[in-house]
C-alpha cells in the first residue's frame, strides 16, 4: 500500500502562516497586473453591440481569466507541500529505529578476499611503479600481467586527491638523484601500495558496503544511528533519516587496532533506542559475537530487534527486516537462518 | 457619476501645417478639374425653378392685372395684340453649407480625422467659393459650435483656413440636436455637406431627417481612420470611450476582433443603405486616401456641383 508521512521541518503553525503570506502576495500581485491597459476608441457603442454576442461566452472568460492566479496559487501550494516534507513508505508509527553498528576493531583490517598469498603475492618491485603511476592518475585498477590489482576509492575527493598527490609525490621521489631518498621512496611507496592493494579487499571495507547497501533499504520515515564498534562505541552522528548523510558517516569509519566490546556498543545502542518506536539493532561485523551477550540488549520490558549481519547476504538481510516483527531477535547466525527458513515455511510475520 | 477621463491624448492637434502652400495648389488644381467637369456652364448661376428678375429670357405668361407693367413685351403686343409678360429666369447663388463634426471622436487617428474634415471642408468650400457660390462654415459636437457666415468670391478662402484652424475641438456627437438647430438658424435652403464619423450612439437617421425634411440637400461624407476598422489591438485591455467616458473591460481575441470588424462594417452599411435609399449623395472614406483624390472622386460621382 502506498502511504505517505508528512514530516514538517517547522511547526505547522508557522508554515501555515508562510502559506498565507505567500498565499495574499499572489493575490496581490495578480490584481495588481489586472490593471489593464487601457485603450480609447471612438465608439463604444460598436463594442457593446460586438460584446452582446459573447455574453454566452463569457463564464469560460472569467474562468480563464483568474486561471493564471489559480496556476500560481497551486505552485505555492505544491512549494507548502515539499516543505512539509513528505515521504513514501511506512507511516510513522511504522517507522524503525535503527541503530547499524559497525565492527572496526583490528580483526576487521584482515583482507579476506585474498587468504591466499602464495596465489596472490603482494606486488614486486617493478610493479609498484606501475601500481603508483596508475593511482596518480586517480585510476583504481591496473592490470599487469595476467593479475588485476584493485584499491578502492576513497570516499571523500578531498581524501582521493590526496592519494594522488601522494602517489605523484613518491613517484618524483623514486625518481631523483639522490639515492638515499629514492631508496626511502621505494620503502614508502611498497607500503602505501600495499596497504592500498589490501583494503580494497578488509573486511572492513566489505562491512562498510553492506552497511550502506542496508541504508538504501531503509523506509522514507525509518532513522538510522551509525556507531563504531571498537575499543569504545562511538556514535559517528545522531539518528537521522538523510540517507545520503548517513552514508558519509559510514564512509569515514576506518578500522582501529583495538578488539571489539560489544557489550559496550550494544549497550550504548540499547540507551540510543530507549523509548523509540520500533527499535532495531543491525550489526555489521566479521561475526563471533556470542549470543548470550546479544540477548542482554533489552530494557524494562521490550527488547530490540537484534540481526547480525556478518554471514547474511544483504538480501537475505532485506528479507529478515521485512519480515521480523517488534520483539523478535536474532541472537546468532543459526537463529537467524532457522527464522528466516520458519518464515518462508510459514506465513509471513507468525514467527 | 464622473466618468473618468481617458489619460491619453492620441495626438497632437496642431493645425498650423494644415493649410499651407502645397494645400493650396491642390485647391487650385481641384477647382481647374471642376471646371473642366462643369464646362459648359454658366459660370455663377444655379438656375433655380423660381422665375423672376434674371437676365435670361424663359418664358411668356398672361398679363394679370396687378403685373409689373415694365416686364410687358410691348413688341409682342404690337404683333398679336395680347398682353403678355416677359418671365425670367431668376438668378441665386447656392448656399453651401459645410458642417463639420469637430467631436472628441474626431480626434483619433493619424492624421486626425478632424485635420481630413477640415481639409476636404476646406477644399470642397474653395470649389463653392470659386463658383461664386456662398459658403458658411458650420463646426458642431454636441452643439454648433459658432459659424463662418456664407462668404462669397475665391478670397474668402483664407477666412475659411483662419476659422477652421481655431475650431474648438471637444464633447461627444449629437447629430439631431445639431442639425435640428441649423435647419432652424439658416432660413436659406442650399447644399449641406456633413463631414463626420457619425460616431453617434443616438444613430443619425434623425439627424439627416432633419436636413431632408426642411428642404436641405444633405450631402453626406464619412470619415474614419483604417485603424478603427482594422484594429491592431489584442491582450486584456480596458477600453475609454474618448466621448463619453465610458469603461468596458475586454479580453481581445481573434474571433472577437473579427466580429468587431463585422460590427463596424454593418454600421458603415446602414449609413450608406440610409442615404442610398433617399438618394443622398453619400462617401465613405478613410483618412489614408489623400484628400484631393477624394474629392476628384466626388467630382467624378457628382452630387456635389450639379
Redesign the interface.
Known sequence: MLALSLNPPIASGTLATIAGVLGALAVVAYILK?R????????????????K??ESTSLW?HL??ILSLLLQLLIIALLMFAVLNPKLGSQPKDAKNVVIIIDASASMKTADATPDEKKNPPPKTHEIKRILQAMSTGSRSVTIGKRKYEWPRKEYAEDEAKRVKAAQKLLADMASDNKDKARQAMMAARTVVQAAVNSGNSRIEAAKQKAIELLDEMGGADKALILKMDGQSTPMGRFSDDKLKLKKQVARITASDTPADLHRALSAAVDALRERDNPMIVIVGDGAYPSEVLRLASWDKSKPIVVDTSELTVAEVRSILKKITRGQYFGDQAEAKAALAALDAKKPNAV | MAAPQPKTKPAVDDRSDLFNEEFLKKLEYLHVVSRKVFSGRIRAERKTKKVGSGIEFADHRKYYAGDDFRYIDWNLYGRIDKLLLRLFEEEEDLYIYILVDCSQSMGIGNPLKLHYAMQVGAALGYIGLANLDRVAIIPFSDDLKGRMPPARGKGRIFKIFEFLRNVEMGGETDLAACLTKFVHQNKRRGLAVVISDFYDPRGFIDGINALRFNKFEPFVLQVYDEKEANPALHGDLTLVDCETGELKEVTITKRLLEEYKKQHEIWCGELSEFCTARSIPYFRTHTGIPFDDLVLRIFRIGGFLR
Open positions: 489586472m489593464r491597459r487601457r485603450f480609447e476608441v471612438p465608439f463604444s457603442s460598436l463594442w457593446h453591440r460586438v460584446l454576442e459573447k472568460r480563464r481569466r
